[in-house]
């Protein structure tokens, strides 16, 4: 998920940022449907993954890092369900020329919260391969 959200932060939601307001309906839902085909398994392998850790977290394997992973998985979750699901929302029912602009600065949560959580993981990979 790391390296598809900075796609999404550097590059995707930048171009959102290009779309002419008459087209942003049809490019909205497109997008939304091509969204969730995309991020729908890792996604669901992002939750449960996490909760196996919570539950039976290796011996070689620090007690807090799960859970500061669920915390960062938690805001990415909470920023993608309150922040950007509206703005799509928005760009196909009441499109916008600023649309682009408001996708890319309140993803910076997510990126962040995503790219906090590769750390943790990397962490995690390396306590439990020593």
């Known amino acids: 998920m790391v390296g598809?959200?900075?796609?999404?932060?550097?590059?995707?939601?930048?171009?959102?940022?290009?779309?002419?307001?008459?087209?942003?309906?049809?490019?909205?839902?497109?997008?939304q449907r091509r969204t969730g085909q995309v991020v729908g398994l890792p996604m669901a392998v992002e939750g449960v993954s996490t909760l196996v850790l919570l539950v039976d977290r290796p011996d070689q394997v620090t007690w807090w890092l799960p859970w500061i992973g669920a915390i960062?998985?938690?805001?990415?979750?909470?920023?993608?369900?309150?922040?950007?699901?509206?703005?799509?929302?928005?760009?196909?029912s009441h499109p916008n020329a600023e649309i682009g602009r408001k996708l890319v600065a309140t993803n910076w949560p997510r990126?962040?919260?995503?790219?906090?959580?590769?750390?943790?993981?990397?962490?995690?990979c390396a306590q439990v391969m020593q």
């Not at 990126?111 to 962490?123: D, E, F, Y």
């Open 4 to 31: 598809l959200i900075w796609f999404v932060q550097r590059v995707h939601y930048p171009l959102l940022g290009h779309v002419e307001v008459d087209q942003q309906i049809s490019i909205g839902a497109e997008h």
């Open 72 to 92: 960062l998985l938690a805001v990415s979750l909470g920023s993608t369900i309150f922040l950007s699901v509206p703005l799509h929302q928005k760009m196909v």
């Open 111 to 124: 990126t962040i919260s995503w790219s906090l959580r590769g750390v943790i993981c990397i962490a995690m």
